[in-house]
Each structure stands twice: as structure tokens, then as C-alpha cells.
């Protein structure tokens, strides 16, 4: 990043830790809003300038045009003098590596003006080392910047390192509402962008309605997306969204373009410039912080009525723990842990009261798991951590080569856990011996092995599955997808299970697989029932159960002979993406999805028993302690337990 664009960021404001469906949002009534919005600000002095907005740029060190097309973009701004300085609004790396990263970085610190970036859904999704290469190359994940009386905002939108619908983080509500409650409301008030990858429709966004309703009392102009690779005027619960076009090359071209907004006391213009050729007009707004008020034009908000059908289902109790988790909870005895984003694993009681938290250096992606009485986590600050899981002191850690992500398997007192570094480890959790390393691993492990028949079975993000041996660490198998081979497909986010000699998952493939758990044949693979990434084994080892794409969750026998279905039951739950495995308690199955709701059903029969929403966005795969107590997290840091009556 150039000097002068970093020093423009305000220390006090930088974050210091911190491909979803592409959906068309609702068409923004222009001609209605620029009537609505007929008042503009005060015409006290402003003095007009233009900034230009680079997005979806989709960086590949292994594809030439993306590079190219950035290259000439920035080029051609640098030989445009009227720029004052580039916003650059997400997806850098089209596969969220550090190598793209680094290139992008390289190309965009040739541009001899300030410019500020974010990170898109490919950036955070797809990414080796939980975002800390973003952090660590560009400095920053998050920005704010005043320029000629004019205060810009920049977060992150997800989804984290999973498909989910995009989530903006608590701490990054609180980061924007601190700085506008300082900006202040009154005609002194700077007017404000704020500065998103996704746009932050209903569509796009599970919360956005949280980020409407928080900014709405300040003086906020606009929000500025990417994403939708085209460009588009919409709003958002009455505030105006600029969606920009892509810097890829449109067919047919050997450039790419970019687009340039002027703003005036009373207006606000909007250009697309094709590189090496034209600049075309497609937008004029108003430049005024006035907003469309009137309730009736806004997004719906999500209805909780389903709560009411299932009374008998109640929340025990829930704390907000103020950053975002990614993870499953974990139990032991009478406590329950949460890693989170900032880094922290948070210790509970079974009613709710802290006990204790332990700070690690940066975010916790991969679910921890505790046995005798050590909670063994990864992190992205490249240790692995031993926590001593009474009083949240630390024990002992490992040093990686790179971030991880990884959850984490114990058996036999024995932890193992996949990480960025292309290495997977058996790390005794009594004292943090390395028993085994295996080195080779192609891609980065995100998943929680499978250990079992003294094997370890997982999948990594480079269209790998292994099969290493459980006391040496020596690979006996891999396996890849017959089809689509590259890393969006490969079967690294579900957790593997197994049974009757055969190990099971469910890939982006929207595919089931069987293999032969001694030699990696394929036994049979189904694309029958559109299942994606999830995956649940009955505590008897015969059904298989998953979640289909559109509203049903589904059971197969578990023998490996045949793809053969046992049952299926029409949830309601509509278009569903999230990662997130189902478990089985007591005979009764437990699955969760994008839009904050918990379905439970008889496992043998598919019968539905009850359902419940928590908020709007992903529950992580739950921890019943028994069919009538399960625990829970979720994206907006939400650490509770539900509970079912009789």
C-alpha cells in the first residue's frame, strides 16, 4: 500500500485482529428516490472531487488476464490527474491465497494515489491462513478516512471462511457506530460512505438489517459495494448502494475498467471508464444524507413465528460474547467453551455466568476439543494451543509455519490437527509433544479429522482426501473428485464419518460420497439428493443423514453398497448453503442453517419434532448434551443453550 494511503488511516480506528450465491437485489426505484431525497445538504463550501472504485479483481498467479486487466487499470488511473484516490472493494484473490495477495499488493502499490482496500467473499471463504496474509500484506482489515469533508468507511462482510450467507461482524458494527457517534449527527456532521464488498441486501447479507437500523440516525450518503460485477443503483432500507463493475476484461475486450464518481455540493455522478477507451455516464443522485424513512419501501424482517409453533422450545439462557464465532461450542462436564474472532476462548457455566477467558493472537476458526481437562485450540497467529481448561491458563503451544485454521480431533490423548503450513500433526495433549508430523499436505486443512480403525481421514482445499495412519502419520490413500478438480470443489469443508468399513462426505460437488475405508475406492458417489457439505452419522452407525440445498434434510443407509435413501422430510428451510454438519442425540437428529434456525427430527423416521430461530445467521453445528438441552453459537457471537419441554 502506498505510505500516503496508510497514514491516512487513522491508527485509533484500524482493526488490530479483524462465494455466496450471487443474488439480484430488489431494483432501486431511481426516479421515486431522487424525487424523495429532493433536499441535499447545507450548501456550506464543499469543494468537488473525484475518487475511483476498482473491484472484483479476482487476482490468480496462475491466470494472466486478471493481473493484466489490473495492471492497465492502474496505469490509466495514475494517468489521470482529477483522481484523488482509488477505493478497492473486494474479491483480490480470486482463491484467497497469499501468493495472489502479494501480487495484487505488488500491482496496486504502483498507483500514485492514496487508495484503500477491503476484503471480498473469495478473500475470506477460500483463505489459507484465516484472513492473517489480507491482514498482515495490506495492513489493515478494516478503514476509515476523511477527505475534503467527507468520511469514508470500510468492513469486511464475509462470509468467513465457510459458504454462509455474507455476516457483518458485531465488532465491526461497533467499529462503524463508534466512529459515527464521533462524526456526530448535527449539520457539522461530516457525510459519510460506507464502503462494503457485499451489498448489504437480504440477499447478500443475513444481518443487514442490523447495520441499517445502527447507521440510520447518522448523516450517511451512501453505501459502495462490489459483487455483483456489474453495475447497479439499489437501496438499502432507504439508504442509496452503488454497485461498481467488475476490473475483469468484459468479453470481447483486451482491457478491463473501472469506475470514477464526482462529487458535487448538490450531486453525485457516476462513470465507467474503459481502460484505452471511453467513459460512459450511467448514474446521477442527489449528494444529500436524507433517507427514504418510510418503513412500507423496506426489506421485511426475518420472522421469528416459528418460535411460537414450538413453544415447548425455549431459550435457557444466551450471552453475546462481542466478536463474531466460527466455531462449535464445546462441553465438558458443567462448562461450555467458545472460541471467537478476537482470538479468545471464553469459558461458561451451565447458567451463563464467565468463568474465564484466555487471549490468544488472532482469530479461532477450527473448533477446539478438551480432553484430560486441556482444551486444545488452533489459532491464526500460527500456534497451537494447550489451555488448561479449569482455570483458562496456558499449558503449552506449538509453533506452525502458518496460521491455522483447523479443528481439532482427540482420541487416545492424542490431538490431531491440519494447518496452513501443508502439514498435518499428533500432538500429545498432556504436555504438547509433536508425536507425528506428516508433511505434503497439498492445500490448507480447515476440517475436524476423522480418527478411526487407526486411521486419520480428512480433506484439505487442494481436491485432496488422505488417509494417514493413526500412530505413524504415514499416508496409506488419497482420493480426489472425478469431476470438477479445483480447490472451490474439493472435500475439505465436511466433516468426514464413518461406518461399516466405509468412510462418507458430502463436497461443494453438491455430491455424497462412499469410500472403502481400507484402500480409497469409491464405492459409489450421488448427486441425487443436492447435499452440500454436510454430513451426520446415526450413534448406531446406520443412517447417514445430510442437508439438501432447498429445504430437506435426508437420511441414507450407511453400508456402503448403494446410494439408497431412507427417508426425507420437507423442512420449509428454503435455499440453504451453510456448512454445517448434523448430529444425533438420543435418536434425535439436530441440523442448522444459514438463516439462524435449529430443526430437530426423530432419526429413525425423518419426523419432524420441533424448530427454532436464533437470530438470523448461521448456527454452527450444535452440542446436544441431551435431546432436550442443545448448545449453541453462531456468526454474531451468541454462546447459549436451548432447551425442550416435555
Not at 166 to 193: C, Q
Not at 205 to 217: H, I
Not at 406 to 412: R, Y
Not at 464 to 485: A, E, H, I, M, V
Request: proline share 4%; charged share 20%.
Amino acid at each position: 500500500m502506498s505510505l500516503l494511503a496508510f497514514n491516512m488511516i487513522s491508527p485509533r480506528f484500524v482493526r488490530r485482529s479483524s462465494r455466496p450465491q450471487r443474488c439480484v437485489p430488489r431494483l432501486f426505484k431511481a426516479w421515486f428516490l431522487v424525487l424523495f431525497l429532493a433536499l441535499s445538504l447545507s450548501s456550506q463550501a464543499f469543494e468537488p472531487f473525484r475518487f475511483a472504485v476498482v473491484t472484483d479483481v479476482h487476482i490468480n498467479v496462475k491466470a494472466e488476464n486478471p493481473t493484466e486487466d489490473l495492471r492497465q487499470t492502474v496505469a490509466a488511473i495514475n494517468g489521470n490527474d482529477s483522481i484523488d484516490f482509488v477505493l478497492v472493494t473486494g474479491d483480490i484473490a480470486d482463491a484467497g491465497d497469499g501468493a495472489s495477495l502479494r501480487l495484487a499488493h505488488q500491482l496496486l502499490s504502483a498507483l500514485h494515489k492514496p487508495w484503500y482496500i477491503i476484503e471480498g467473499n473469495h478473500d475470506q471463504n477460500w483463505s489459507e491462513s484465516g484472513c492473517m496474509d489480507f491482514l498482515k500484506i495490506f495492513g489493515y482489515e478494516r478503514f476509515t478516512f476523511e477527505h475534503k469533508g467527507v468520511r469514508f468507511i470500510g468492513v469486511p462482510t464475509g462470509p468467513m471462511m465457510r459458504m454462509a450467507m455474507g455476516h457483518v461482524a458485531p465488532e465491526d458494527i461497533e467499529y462503524i457506530t463508534d466512529i459515527l457517534r464521533r462524526n456526530g449527527k448535527g449539520s457539522s456532521a461530516d457525510p459519510v460512505f460506507l464502503v462494503t464488498h457485499m451489498p448489504i441486501q437480504p440477499d447478500d447479507v443475513d444481518n443487514w438489517y442490523e447495520l441499517t437500523d445502527a447507521v440510520r440516525p447518522y448523516p450517511i450518503v451512501a453505501f459502495i459495494n462490489g459483487h455483483y460485477h456489474r453495475n447497479l443503483l439499489f437501496h438499502c432500507d432507504g439508504i442509496p448502494a452503488i454497485a461498481n463493475i467488475t476490473n475483469l476484461r468484459q468479453k470481447g475486450r483486451t482491457a478491463g475498467q473501472f469506475n470514477l464518481i464526482d462529487l458535487a455540493a448538490d450531486s453525485i455522478r457516476v462513470y465507467t471508464q474503459s481502460v484505452g477507451g471511453a467513459r460512459t455516464h450511467w448514474l446521477s443522485l442527489p449528494f444529500t444524507t436524507r433517507h427514504d424513512d418510510d418503513t412500507t419501501h423496506w426489506a421485511p424482517r426475518p420472522s421469528y413465528a416459528v418460535n411460537s409453533q414450538y413453544a415447548n422450545v425455549t431459550e435457557r439462557w444466551t450471552r453475546r460474547q462481542g466478536a463474531a464465532i466460527f466455531s462449535s461450542p464445546v462441553v465438558w462436564g458443567n462448562r461450555v467453551y467458545a472460541a471467537d474472532n478476537a482470538g479468545r476462548v471464553v469459558c461458561y457455566d451451565r447458567k451463563g455466568n464467565e468463568l474465564w477467558r484466555h487471549q490468544t493472537g488472532a482469530r479461532i476458526i477450527g473448533t477446539p476439543a478438551i480432553a484430560k481437562g486441556i482444551l486444545v485450540a488452533a489459532s491464526a497467529d500460527s500456534f497451537i494451543y494447550g489451555i488448561d481448561a479449569k482455570n483458562g491458563r496456558q499449558r503449552w503451544r506449538v509453533k506452525t509455519a502458518a496460521p491455522d485454521v483447523s479443528a481439532v480431533t482427540i482420541d487416545g490423548g492424542i490431538a490431531y490437527v491440519g494447518s496452513g503450513d501443508h502439514r498435518f500433526r499428533a500432538i500429545r495433549v498432556s504436555d504438547g509433544t509433536i508425536i507425528w508430523q506428516t508433511d505434503g499436505i497439498k492445500g490448507y486443512v480447515e476440517t475436524r479429522a476423522l480418527v478411526t480403525d487407526g486411521k486419520v481421514l480428512f480433506g484439505d482445499w487442494a481436491d485432496t482426501f488422505y488417509c494417514l495412519d493413526q500412530r505413524s502419520g504415514k499416508l496409506l490413500w488419497t482420493w480426489q473428485p472425478p469431476k470438477k478438480n479445483n480447490m472451490h470443489y474439493s472435500p475439505a469443508g465436511c466433516w468426514p464419518v464413518a461406518s461399516n468399513g466405509c468412510v462418507f462426505f458430502c463436497d461443494p460437488e453438491r455430491a455424497m460420497t462412499a469410500l472403502d475405508l481400507n484402500t480409497g475406492r469409491q464405492l459409489w458417489r450421488t448427486y441425487q439428493s443436492k447435499v452440500r457439505e454436510s454430513i451426520g452419522l446415526s450413534k448406531d452407525g446406520q443412517r447417514l443423514y445430510a442437508k439438501t440445498m432447498q429445504d430437506s434434510i435426508v437420511c441414507y443407509a450407511a453400508d456402503g453398497k448403494a446410494p439408497h435413501e431412507l427417508w426425507a422430510t420437507d423442512c420449509g428451510f428454503g435455499y440453504e448453503h451453510a456448512r454445517v454438519m448434523l448430529v444425533e442425540k438420543d435418536g434425535v437428529v439436530f441440523a442448522t442453517n444459514k438463516d439462524g434456525l435449529i430443526i430437530a427430527l426423530d432419526g429413525k423416521t425423518g419426523r419432524l419434532l420441533w424448530k427454532h430461530k436464533v437470530g438470523n445467521t448461521m448456527i454452527n453445528t450444535v452440542v446436544p448434551i441431551d435431546s432436550r438441552h442443545i448448545v449453541i453459537t453462531n456468526e454474531a457471537g451468541i454462546v447459549g443453550e436451548l432447551e425442550v419441554r416435555n
